[in-house]
């Protein structure tokens, strides 16, 4: 980043794409307010943003969340005149309201919004999502089916088919975080079923996570052993899962499964176990995998490994 700064610094007189260039350096590196400031300061300058710039400043305030920032950075948008709103620069509105809570503004922008993209429908699944809005979520699902199935006038034939890919579930199950959305939660599932893509990995480990989060742990082990190639995040979501739902003593025994399949454990893994040790009062066991985990496989301890032993031990 340093590099970057002085590169920048000794540009005499630099243009708008260096500007975007040094907004989005920051940004990589998450320094959200650094890169709001420089787009401020930009402006100041003279500079007039284009909707890279505008985009870079909405992830920026997504990420911080700040709303009211967020609402500025809107009205500029329009002063500027890039108005009807593309899927791209629309895409980035929707995440920084959905982010700041503010999801009627989201659903405003969607519907402002004349081509949506798959990512544009995602991002309005996941903002409602996250903020616990599941029937809006299935709503929408609905409604992104019925608008594939219109004309398209200008070219006088059929849209282009819309449908929910593995990305798109998985991140609405991802951002599901309201326990009492059971309901909603199994009609999403039912709808993956129904699906006729080859659901993939990262979709079944958000399975896993939703079945576990909701009780269901027959259909967590269903849906995990139907997994042709286990990831490590696959079965740290199953002896998680097993934890969550109080089966302590199986996500031990599924490490076990674990290592003779040959899947390297990680950090978070360790992480799991101590978790599921901890619940289950099983404090010898907990120094055993504190143990494996460094001298069988060479894992450092961090804070949270720390944490969990002292919780368990203390």
């Known amino acids: 980043m340093k590099d970057s700064l002085h590169a920048f610094e000794d540009i005499s007189v630099p243009d708008l794409i260096s500007w975007n260039s040094m907004v989005q350096a920051h940004l990589n590196n998450e320094e959200f307010e650094q890169a709001l400031i420089l787009f401020i300061e930009m402006k100041h300058l003279g500079f007039v943003p284009d909707k890279f710039s505008f985009v870079a400043a909405l992830e920026a305030s997504a990420a911080l969340p700040c709303c009211k920032t967020g609402r500025q950075i809107h009205c500029n948008l329009i002063k ?50 996250q903020n616990g809005y599941l029937n809006e979520v299935l709503r929408f699902i609905t409604l992104m089916k019925e608008e594939s199935k219109e004309p398209d006038k200008k070219n006088n034939k059929k849209k282009k088919s819309k449908e929910p890919d593995n990305f798109t579930f998985a991140s609405i199950l991802t951002a599901c975080a309201n326990d009492t959305a059971i309901e909603q939660e199994k009609q999403i599932h039912a709808l993956i079923l129904k699906s006729d893509f080859m659901v993939d990995t990262a979709l079944t480990n958000a399975l896993i996570t939703m079945c576990c989060r909701t009780g269901s742990i ?28 109080g089966y302590c003593k199986e996500a031990l025994n599924l490490f076990d499964q674990m290592e003779s399949e040959g899947t390297i454990p990680n950090a978070k893994t360790f992480i799991a176990l101590l978790t599921a040790c901890n619940h289950g009062g099983l404090s010898n066991d907990a120094i055993m995998y504190f143990e494996i985990m460094q001298l069988r496989h060479g894992i450092k301890p961090s804070f949270d490994h720390f944490a969990c032993m002292v919780d368990i031990l203390g």
């Not at 995990?224 to 969550?244: C, D, L, P, R």
Request: with cysteine.
């Open 80 to 129: 500027a005149g890039l108005l009807p709103l593309d899927a791209f620069t629309g895409s980035s509105l929707i995440d920084m309201y959905a982010k700041s809570m503010a999801v009627e503004d989201a659903k405003k922008v969607f519907d402002r919004i004349n081509i949506k993209d798959l990512i544009t429908w995602t991002l309005i699944f996941v903002g409602f999502a």
């Open 218 to 245: 027959k259909d967590a082990k269903k849906v995990f052993s139907a997994i042709h190639e286990k990831n490590v995040v696959s079965w740290i979501s199953m002896i998680s899962g097993y934890t969550q739902c």
